[in-house]
C-alpha cells in the first residue's frame, strides 16, 4: 500500500473518523497515519471537530428532551386534574342536583300519628331531602291561617339506584315519615318549594307563595 497518495487519505478521513470504513480501509489508512504527520495532524482536529459540536448537540437534545419530559408531565397533571374534575361534577350533578318531586296525592299523603301530631310519609321509592317550614300565619280569604310549606327534591341517583337497596322488605317506614307539627297548630299544609333566605329578604312575606302552592292538607 505504499504510495497512497495523501489527498486520497484525506478524501476517507471523514469516513474513518466516522468509524464507518471496512476493515481494509481502515487498516490502509493507520498504516499512512504511523508514517505521515500531516495526515495525523488532521485526523486530530477532525476528531476534536467531530466530537466537540457531538457534545453540544447531545446536550441540544438533552436539555429539549428534559423540557419535553416537563411539558408531558406538566400535560398529564392538567389532564389528570381536569379528569378528576369532570368527574367531580358529574358525581356532584348525580348525587347533589336535587329537584322538586311533583306532588301527587298518592306520593305525599299527610297523615296523624299519636292523634295529635300531623306528619307528612313519603309513599315513592327514595327522595334527597324534605323541607317544611314550622306555622306561618297568613291571611288567606280574609282569615288568619296557619300554614306549612312543604315540598320533597329527588336527585338523579336516588330514583334508580336506591331502588335496588331499599327494596320493600328492607324499608324502614320511619324513614319516610317526617313529622311536621302539632295538629292544632296547624290550619292548612301546601306543597310548594321555597327559599327561606330569598322570602326573608323578601320582608318575610310568605303569602307571596300562595300562587303557586298546591293545598294537600286542610281543616
Ligand atoms: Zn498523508
Redesign the pocket.
Known sequence: MKGIN?NI??DILPLYVDGVVSDDTKEMVEE?LDR?E??KKEVGLMKQELYIPAEKEASIIKKFKRKWRNKKLIISVVSILLTGLILFGTFAFIFHYDRVVPYTESLIKIETQDDDMLVSHYYGVDYYSVSATHPKTLKIDGKEKNVIFLYYTETIANSPSKKLINRKENRDERDYIFPLDNKENVDAIYYVQFDTRKIFNNGNDWSTLLEDAILIWGK
Do not use: A, D, P, R
Request: some cysteine; charged content about 30%; proline content about 0%.
Open positions: 495523501c487519505i484525506k499512512h505521515c500531516e495526515c
